[in-house]
């Protein structure tokens, strides 16, 4: 079992960036992959973006090139720094250990 808490969310503008953190109970380098996911609002959960302990990490076609997905397993910690943000990124994040174990969310807003 590993808790698993995000922070970071925020209200921004749209052009400009965030960073969000998750940080788990336990260590990470096991659970592969870790990653995001993101609900707007009367949508379903979509994947953004996945990390391996290994190195290889994936987007979802609509953020490739603007966020990049990060861990520290040595702090247990997986982070997603979002830049060039737009309205349509408007929504919950949740942070995923093994698609199994998730987070409480943290709500990201972008102005236009």
């Known amino acids: 079992q590993v808790q698993l808490v995000e922070s970071g969310g925020g209200l921004v503008q749209a052009g400009g960036s965030l960073r969000l953190s998750c940080a788990a109970s336990?260590?990470?380098?096991?659970?592969?992959?870790m990653g995001w996911y993101r609900q707007a609002p009367g949508k379903q959960r979509e994947l953004v973006a996945t990390?391996?302990?290994?190195?290889?990490?994936m987007y979802a076609d609509s953020v490739k090139g603007r966020f990049t997905i990060s861990r520290d397993n040595a702090k247990n910690m997986v982070y997603l720094q979002m830049n060039s943000l737009k309205p349509e990124d408007t929504a919950v994040y949740y942070c995923t250990a093994l698609y199994v174990h998730w987070g409480q969310g943290t709500q990201v807003t972008v102005s236009s």
């Open positions: 990390s391996t302990s290994g190195g290889n990490t």
């Open positions: 336990r260590s990470i380098f096991s659970l592969n992959p």
